[in-house]
Each structure stands twice: as C-alpha cells, then as structure tokens.
C-alpha cells in the first residue's frame, strides 16, 4: 500500500522556521526524485522543490530559492524539508509527492492528507 504521510507544520511567526518530514512506504523509496508541492488558500498546487533519487541535486521554485533546504534519507524512506526565513505568503498545505517523468513533463503523486502551515504575527 503506498503511503507518504507528511508531519511537522504548524502556527509559526514572520522570520521563524520549521522542518516538514515525509514518511513514505509502499513502493521504492530510493528509486524516485521526490517533491514538496504546495496549497496555498484559495490557490491552485504550486511546485516548490525536488530532490533526485540518490539526493545529490536539488532544484528550488524562485519564491523558496535560499530559503528552504529539501533532503532525504533513503535508509528511513524519509523526505525532509527545512523552511527557514518564514513568509505569510508561505502559508499553505504541504504535501510530498512522488516525482513521475513522462514525456513533456513530470506527473507529481501524492496520496497524504499534507500538513498545514501557517505563518502569521
């Protein structure tokens, strides 16, 4: 059964940080580049980071660039995501998801529930 369950958000204020974590199972873990996707209210899903599948290269959306820090630890078939220098435009469900490469673009699957993230003063 797949399952990537995300943990780690919650209330933090403007300049604060936080580490989401992803639990995954149910399929090859190690085999996959992995992604943090995001929902911000009343927006559609918005691409925010991916991390190869032997986790030596990242690439980052302009918006989080030097902010937050993806990583993985493929013997705990875990996905990480540090957040640092919060914004209230970062507000947003996070979900990790499951990178799929198909011809003319990439297909992102995710099967959690997310976890919120809500920066406010």
């Known amino acids: 059964e797949v399952q990537q369950v995300e943990s780690g958000g919650g209330l933090v204020q403007p300049g604060g940080s936080l580490r989401l974590s992803c639990a995954a199972s149910?399929?090859?873990?190690?085999?996959?580049?992995m992604s943090w996707v995001r929902q911000a209210p009343g927006k559609g899903l918005e691409w925010v980071s991916t991390?190869?599948?032997?986790?030596?290269?990242?690439s980052y959306a302009d918006s989080v660039k030097g902010r937050f820090t993806i990583s993985r630890d493929n013997a705990k078939n875990t996905l990480y995501l540090q957040m640092n220098s919060l914004k209230p435009e970062d507000t947003a469900v996070y979900y990790c998801?499951?990178?799929?490469?198909?011809?003319?673009?990439?297909?992102?699957?995710?099967w959690g529930q997310g976890t919120q993230v809500t920066v406010s003063s």
């Open positions: 991390i190869n599948s032997g986790g030596g290269s990242t």
């Open positions: 149910g399929f090859t873990f190690s085999s996959y580049a």
């Open positions: 998801a499951k990178r799929i490469d198909l011809a003319g673009g990439y297909e992102y699957h995710y």
